[in-house]
């Protein structure tokens, strides 16, 4: 049974036309993740919420907002994609901040055209 | 900590032997890692963690180690099998922020 769910799995958007991912989980986790990867990289981590506190990485560009209206969904805002968001974003949740095993969605294939 | 790196680094072992993968971190504030498998088109899978106060930590035909010291962390694969082919990450955290992956590293098991 799916734990981390994304929708959709793939996204095909225009350059500068806003979009919107969005990840649900039942595992009634605190903390919900969003990571960014592109091609043969590791996971750059973007922005995470525990429980409605949002904490933004530094390096994280204000293009990408993130929003959790409740325990089970968060969604990822990409205001205006560039070509260089073009990408694979992950959503992640663990039952609390500190020492606890991340539990990844199958992510969200994005292509900006 | 950067995640830099178009050529992720290869390690190819015969189907039986054991593997071990290294893995450099750079927060020595750091007291929780993380070791992820991540096969193609997938997310990545947790394997097997380890804390700051511990040196070892043992699972399944999976194996880590950290050394402190020299802030190096490496995971340890018993009797490799084909269904271990994927990309290896290992990721650090402190108390929950900052979580950094590294850079990868795909395995790959010849029969």
């Known amino acids: 049974d799916a734990m981390v769910i994304q929708n959709p799995r793939y996204q095909v958007t225009q350059f500068g036309k806003p979009v919107t991912l969005s990840c649900s989980q039942t595992l009634n986790h605190n903390v919900m993740y969003w990571y960014q990867q592109k091609s043969s990289q590791a996971p750059k981590l973007l922005f995470h919420y525990y429980d409605k506190d949002f904490n933004n990485e530094a390096d994280t560009p204000d293009n990408f907002q993130s929003r959790r209206p409740n325990t089970s969904f968060c969604f990822l805002d990409i205001r205006s994609p560039g070509l260089g968001d073009a990408a694979m974003y992950l959503c992640?949740?663990?039952?609390?901040?500190?020492?606890?095993?991340?539990?990844f969605g199958p992510g969200t294939r994005l292509t900006v055209t | 900590g950067e995640n830099v790196g178009l050529h992720l680094p290869t390690l190819s072992v015969q189907e039986g032997d054991n593997s071990i993968i290294n893995c450099a971190y750079s927060?020595?504030?750091?007291?929780?890692f993380i070791w992820y498998k991540q096969e193609s088109g997938k997310g990545p899978q947790f394997i097997i963690d380890?804390?700051?106060?511990?040196d070892k930590r043992q699972g399944q035909r999976v194996t880590v180690l950290l050394n402190k010291t020299v802030k190096h962390l490496s995971l340890q694969i018993a009797a490799t099998q084909p269904g271990d082919s994927a990309v290896y990450f290992c990721?650090?955290?402190?108390?929950?922020?900052?979580?950094?992956f590294g850079p990868g590293t795909r395995l790959s098991v010849l029969p």
């Open positions: 380890i804390r700051s106060n511990m």
């Open positions: 927060n020595s504030a750091s007291d929780y």
């Open positions: 990721a650090e955290t402190y108390y929950g922020q900052n979580f950094v």
């Open positions: 992640a949740t663990s039952r609390e901040q500190g020492g606890y095993e991340q539990y």
